[in-house]
């Protein structure tokens, strides 16, 4: 069974970090593409981070660059993201995606709220 679980969110004040985990099992994911996406409340989902297994290149959404940053662990199917300089804006569940074209797949979200 495909899962992508993500971890690591929670309560964090503004100007805080926080790194989310996205572990990925049930499939090889090395020619996928994996991303971060972000949903706050009342809002559609939006793209934050992207990064490929292979090659390593990453991209970001403007609102997050300088400040977030996607990685990976190979060895251990995970993919991280690192989050500093926490906005209150930041706030939203969090979600792993994991595509390679029509075939994707979405983790369950993890809830990060910045707040004081």
């Known amino acids: 069974q495909v899962q992508l679980v993500e971890s690591g969110g929670g309560l964090v004040q503004p100007g805080g970090s926080l790194r989310l985990s996205c572990a990925a099992s049930g499939r090889s994911f090395s020619n996928y593409s994996m991303a971060w996406f972000r949903q706050a409340p009342g809002k559609e989902r939006e793209f934050v981070a992207a990064i490929s297994w292979s090659g390593g290149k990453t991209y970001y959404a403007d609102s997050v660059k300088g400040r977030f940053t996607i990685s990976t662990d190979n060895a251990k199917d995970t993919v991280y993201l690192q989050m500093t300089s926490l906005k209150p804006e930041d706030t939203a569940v969090y979600y792993c995606?994991?595509?390679?074209?029509?075939?994707?797949?979405w983790g369950q979200g993890t809830q990060v709220t910045v707040s004081s």
């Open positions: 995606h994991a595509a390679l074209g029509s075939d994707e797949y």
